[in-house]
């Protein structure tokens, strides 16, 4: 089987998974939490390399500043509990700013963590496709990105890593991301096989 | 109806045309032109303001020397029929390197011909995403993009325009560019309705 060595992960839909089940929309995205981590351990039992998590962006800051809090906290979890699985962690973003957590700053650079045998985790906080693009591509640590998976039925990138998403084949789950089952996983890299990579060749 | 203001063309899949069709590989590019006129006569029924062509790439120019001269070709011959068509034209593209067909060069500054009450036409010709983004982006003259219509059934960028996409919705038509029918760009009318546009936010 043909694994991408890198995939991108768009976690979409948990506001409206929140108010399909009765919820306020702030309260959708704890319920991501569980699937981010399910999905990191099936990365690593396919033997994918390097996984990018889209958290939340410099643009999502403009929301209500409930669910403001709520992603950046739901973040601040996230975080946490992969830095406890066998990965080596990244979280990317523009730190300059209100918006990013002061608790991840430790985060922010991959220091002792640089491990070639460990999966690599980067997490994006606080991203913004400008600021990325207007340094000399910030998050230059990030390499190509083979696939990108997004719940919640877009077909876009939503700013996501430009660079890196040039030549990304990209699947499209239609089921929320709070919905995350592992056979959606195993039915993107089934998918996967049957894309010729070129390359842009 | 909502109608895209920019949409992007990806008309991919000629060379598996041709083959499909008893040709040769390089014969499929030339039955990629009247596609493209049609498509872009639909484009201006509706009134979509900016359409912008993926011709071929400096990636592309690596292949064998004949699909080289016949996307050249092919490419030449579309930008001199758009010419024709009542459009505001520009040719987009590293002109420094032989790969650049030197019929074209006239046209890589959009001069006299802005017009706001033309519809914008684009044209890559041996674009490449690193010499667009290294050079400060040279395609700064070409507006978000709202909507990217792909042929050929492939869900990526393979290049395109990555700064103007980021918040592109992407339609995806599994036939053939040669095999291009009006009903497909209805179609992908129809779909971008439902998408809801949130730039990000």
Redesign the interface.
Known sequence: MRIPRHIGIIPDGNRRWAKANGLKKEDGYEYGLTPGLKLLREAKKYGVKEITYYGF?V??C??PKEQVKAFQEACVEAVKMIEKEDVSLLVIGNTESECFPKELLAYTKRGNHINQEKIRVNFLVNYG?EWD?NDGVKSKEVSRIDMIIRWGG??????FL??Q????????IKDLWPDFKEEQFANALAWYQK?DV????
């Open positions: 962006t643009d999502n403009k929301r496709w693009l877009m077909c876009r990138l939503s700013g430009p660079v998403s040039v030549y990304a084949d990209f699947y499209i894309q070129t390359l842009g060749g």
